[in-house]
């Protein structure tokens, strides 16, 4: 029997920790909480959780944890972003005109003026591509969502799910190591569970080839 994966959850007091340290242990993975930039560079795969606003998080990043995320991106390593997780990705967030952390191109932008915002509840996610993460979890499934704001990916490709709120919006990023989520899987149920287990296999088949998991 494989050792679990150990997963990094990073720490830098954006809420949501426990619950999603919870759910990854759930889905059979050992994961720990760490604000420590140096612990991420020791994990088999990251991930980037949070809630609240993108200039208050990018605060606490600068202390060397921004950098250390980046770094996890660019060697390969599994990673997943968690709503404000993946939002902080992106070249910029329109809450306040905040730089973010710019792994890709593109603008968070505001849900339209007239809808009921945060957008709260359970929603639809439909799957624009074939993924491992999501592998087995129908297109159109629920998933839960609390947000304001979405991610406007410059690069199209970069979009591999989409949701209806007023709108159609990005929900999910895919790209080579990385997938990030605009809805909490572990808010998500029983689908969300399958998404983080698929998560960790999908991680340990990387860490078993050498290199990113790829798609």
């Known amino acids: ?18 619950s999603v340290a919870k759910a990854l242990e759930a889905a059979g993975g050992s994961p720990f909480l760490t604000s420590d930039p140096h612990d991420l560079q020791g994990a088999d795969a990251v991930v980037l959780p949070g809630q609240g606003a993108c200039g208050s998080a990018m605060v606490a990043l600068a202390r060397g944890l921004g950098e250390a995320v980046k770094e996890v991106v660019r060697q390969g390593r599994p990673f997943l972003g968690v709503c404000l997780g993946l ?3 992106f070249t910029r967030s329109e809450e306040d005109g ?14 339209p003026r007239g809808l009921v915002t945060p957008h709260i509840g359970w929603n639809r996610v439909a799957w624009k591509r074939p993924h491992p993460v999501w592998e087995g979890i129908p297109s ?29 919006f990005c929900s999910v990023v895919a790209w080579r190591n990385v997938v990030a989520t605009q809805f909490h899987p572990e ?11 698929n998560f960790l296999a999908w991680a ?12």
């Open 87 to 89: 939002q902080l990705l």
């Open 98 to 111: 905040v730089p973010c952390l710019d792994l890709f191109p593109g603008v968070v932008r505001r849900l």
């Open 140 to 168: 159109g499934s629920y998933f839960y969502f609390v947000h304001t704001y979405y991610p406007d990916p410059a690069d199209p490709s970069l979009v591999a799910g989409e949701t209806e709120y007023g709108i159609p």
């Open 1 to 18: 029997m494989p050792a679990p994966l150990r997963v990094a959850v990073v720490d830098y007091g954006a809420g949501n920790l426990h």
């Open 204 to 215: 340990r088949r990387g860490r078993a080839d050498g290199g990113h998991p790829g798609h």
């Open 187 to 197: 808010k998500s149920g029983a689908v969300g569970v399958r998404f983080y287990a």
